[in-house]
């Protein structure tokens, strides 16, 4: 499996983890492909075929299969999946 995650995106995911983890301790984020690429869902226990990936202390569930760059873009800081190598995009902190 090559999933990689820019540095925006695992901001953006540790955040949802962290806020997630307040309400349900043993919630996870499963990014999960749509039709337009991928989302990230709040679980309690990953599917059977899920991959386990660790970034920056946090584990996420991520759908078999699925490769490539997870990274965010304007506005509303949205998910997107890009080609594996992609320049990561830019964003204004």
Request: proline letters at 6%; aromatic letters at 4%; glycine letters at 10%.
């Given at each position: 499996?090559?999933?990689?995650?820019?540095?925006?995106?695992?901001?953006?995911?540790?955040?949802?983890?962290?806020?997630?983890?307040?309400?349900?301790?043993?919630?996870?984020?499963?990014?999960?492909?749509?039709?337009s690429?991928?989302?990230?869902?709040?679980?309690d226990?990953?599917?059977?075929?899920?991959?386990?990936?660790?970034?920056?202390?946090?584990?996420?569930?991520?759908?078999?299969?699925?490769?490539?760059?997870?990274?965010?873009?304007?506005?509303?800081?949205?998910?997107v999946?890009?080609?594996?190598?992609?320049?990561?995009?830019?964003?204004?902190?």
């Amino acid at each position: 499996m090559t999933i990689e995650f820019t540095e925006w995106a695992a901001e953006i995911l540790g955040k949802a983890q962290t806020a997630a983890a307040r309400f349900n301790p043993d919630a996870r984020i499963r990014l999960a492909r749509t039709g337009s690429g991928v989302e990230a869902l709040l679980t309690d226990e990953p599917a059977p075929d899920d991959q386990q990936v660790q970034i920056g202390g946090m584990t996420l569930y991520v759908e078999a299969g699925l490769e490539g760059l997870v990274d965010c873009q304007e506005p509303h800081d949205v998910l997107v999946l890009r080609p594996a190598g992609s320049a990561p995009n830019s964003h204004g902190h």
